[in-house]
């Protein structure tokens, strides 16, 4: 790869970085300065940002259908754009209906990055576990870079410099990027085209092969869009409450936060090396095991011990994630891909938007241990659909 596709492959990990950060400031936000400043539980606070969630799952399946039948680097460009100043625009909310509304416009751009910038990040390659799990781990240091940015903005500032910041610095992203591809080269710029000469060998797969892979993975990311976002969206609250004296301060919670999620980030990166070349059935159950325990594990937890164990499900839970996008990768055809993945994220963005409200209950209820029994329940749901899938292997096969 020339130095100028290496930087369009760092700007599409970017995209990811910066689109888990948006996500999920409001969620820091909202557990350690907003429910104060204006008067609102933290149950009460979240259930704001519902709309943002549901339009994050709305608009995935157009923004996949315009990059396959216009440009899926256009769409980049909108992206960066659109979503930066749509942060921007939200630090300026006064009251929690304000603030849904600036949540929406974030959740309908951001929307754009998963059938459009995995859909370029596996296009032409081989092997695509190693690529997807770097661009799996941007986005979860996005995820995990919220809790701290926010917190740290909180403490030194205010919570509306942690919406403006990030929006002005992903504006500049989406100035850098329409650089970018205007400088590349024909070929690489005609290759990035789904229905481009690149993309006519593709693995021969049967009709009722990719139905079965697909069925397996909608069913998957819907239930891991829950864990996911269940643990992400609230690891801020749990650390605040069941860490006890480790952590005392907003800042403390964001790097202890920022810690776990980072060295979780790894587990994505070990299994997109391992699905290139052990038969994906076995990762995937083991994956799947591995959070059924941990999350058995979590209830009644402080301290150290509860520090630990969040390391381990989040690595479990992010290496789930490379899977899914993989098997997509391999059974579908170039010129409807990112069709297929605005699909899948439609499908777990919509899972994702409906947590919410079930976080918001579950917590004002019973608390975080209850949330982790169901979890785990969940996970066990995971590990019964990764059992089905069929035995494939993708050592050497093209990704096209």
């Given at each position: 790869m020339t130095d100028r596709e290496n930087v369009h492959f760092l700007l599409l990990n970017i995209g990811h970085f910066l689109t888990h950060l948006f996500m999920l400031i409001f969620a820091t936000a909202a557990a350690l300065s907003l429910s104060r400043d204006w008067g609102m539980s933290y149950g009460e606070l979240i259930a704001y940002a519902t709309p943002g969630l549901i339009a994050y799952a709305v608009f995935t399946l157009p923004s996949g259908w315009l990059?396959?039948?216009?440009?899926?680097?256009?769409?980049?460009?909108?992206?960066?754009?659109?979503i930066g100043a749509a942060s921007a625009a939200t630090a300026l909310a006064q009251t929690p209906v304000q603030m849904a509304v600036g949540l929406s416009a974030i959740g309908m751009f951001a929307a754009i990055y998963h059938p459009v910038g995995i859909a370029l990040v596996v296009h032409g390659r081989q092997r695509t576990?190693?690529?997807?799990a770097i661009n799996g781990i941007f986005g979860n240091?996005?995820?995990?870079?919220?809790?701290?940015?926010?917190?740290?903005?909180?403490d030194h500032a205010d919570w509306r410099s942690a919406f403006v910041w990030p929006g002005l610095f992903s504006m500049a992203m989406g100035v850098t990027f329409m650089v970018v591809v205007a400088g590349r080269s024909v070929e690489a710029r005609e290759s990035a085209r789904p229905n481009s000469k690149q993309a006519t060998a593709q693995m021969s797969f049967?009709?009722?092969?990719?139905?079965?892979v697909l069925l397996i993975v909608f069913t998957t990311s819907s239930l891991g869009g829950l864990v996911f976002q269940s643990t992400t969206?609230?690891?801020?609250?749990?650390?605040?409450?069941?860490?006890?004296?480790?952590?005392?301060?907003?800042s403390d919670v964001g790097?202890?936060?920022f810690l776990v999620l980072s060295i979780a980030a790894v587990g994505q990166l070990i299994v997109g090396y391992l699905v290139d070349r052990l038969p994906v059935r076995r990762i995937f159950v083991f994956v799947a095991a591995q959070q059924v325990a941990l999350f058995a594990m979590?209830?009644?937890?402080?301290?150290?011990?509860?520090?630990?164990?969040?390391?381990?499900?989040?690595?479990?839970?992010f290496g789930q994630i490379p899977i899914n996008d993989v098997l997509i990768g391999r059974v579908t055809h170039s010129a409807w891909r990112s069709r297929v993945y605005a699909l899948r994220y439609m499908i777990n963005f919509s899972i994702i938007a409906s947590s919410v409200p079930l976080i918001s209950w579950i917590y004002s209820g019973w608390g975080f241990d209850t949330l982790f029994v169901l979890l785990a329940m969940t996970a066990a749901g995971i590990l019964a659909a990764a059992a089905m899938l069929p035995v494939l292997r993708f050592a050497a096969a093209p990704a096209e």
């Open positions: 990059a396959d039948r216009w440009s899926r680097e256009g769409m980049m460009v909108i992206f960066f754009l659109g576990g190693v690529p997807i240091l996005g995820v995990a870079a919220a809790a701290l940015i926010t917190a740290l903005f909180i049967d009709r009722a092969m990719v139905f079965r969206f609230t690891l801020p609250k749990v650390f605040d409450e069941q860490l006890g004296d480790l952590a005392v301060s907003v790097w202890f936060a979590m209830p009644g937890l402080t301290g150290w011990q509860a520090l630990v164990v969040a390391i381990a499900f989040m690595f479990a839970v």
